[in-house]
């Protein structure tokens, strides 16, 4: 998990490289292969879509299909945080953070109790809403103490 250090300036993504790693490893030592893991992906999807008219029988060796997905999950999970570690991204160490876009986005492997998100076109990073500069876009504030609860 994330360790929050109010006094960083910069994102820390060691937890996001470490995490990558472990996922090779797991893919390198599963005895299944990409292919058989999406096409387990395909079964599940379609298992799902359909589950309320599923019998007890229907869900025997189910769980045997679901184990093989984790080859394909592991290969998109990594994905999404090689996405992560090429984003621009900002920590927010204040209370507010306020921005131009109606929403923060946490980026793959950060929660947003990490106060890290993808960085906006605008970022102010301030203590107090009081005295904040003009600006010809609409502003959004962020209470970073609610992120965290």
């Given amino acids: ?17 470490k995490r990558i790693a472990e996922l090779r490893e797991e ?8 292919e058989e893991s999406r096409a387990a992906q395909e079964t599940v999807r379609e298992f ?3 589950v309320a008219s599923r019998t007890e ?13 984790n080859h394909a999950n592991a290969v998109d999970e990594i994905a999404k945080l ?13 209370r507010y953070v306020v921005t131009d876009t109606p929403n923060l986005t946490s980026p793959a492997g950060f929660p947003p109790s990490s106060r890290v ?3 906006t076109r605008v970022a102010i990073h301030t203590d107090s809403l009081d005295n904040l500069p003009a600006s010809n876009v609409e502003l959004h504030a962020f209470d970073m103490s609610k992120m965290a609860a």
Avoid: H, R
């Avoid at 893919?27 to 990409?34: D, E, G, K, Q, R």
């Avoid at 090689?82 to 204040?94: Q, R």
């Fill in 1 to 17: 998990m994330y360790q929050l250090n109010l006094e960083e300036t910069q994102v820390s993504t060691a937890m996001v490289e």
């Fill in 27 to 34: 893919i390198n030592a599963s005895p299944v292969t990409l």
């Fill in 57 to 69: 029988g229907d869900w025997d060796g189910f769980m045997a299909v679901c184990e093989k997905t």
């Fill in 82 to 94: 090689e996405n992560t570690l090429a984003a621009d991204l900002m920590f927010c160490p204040k």
């Fill in 117 to 119: 998100f993808l960085q």
């Fill in 48 to 50: 799902y879509s359909d």
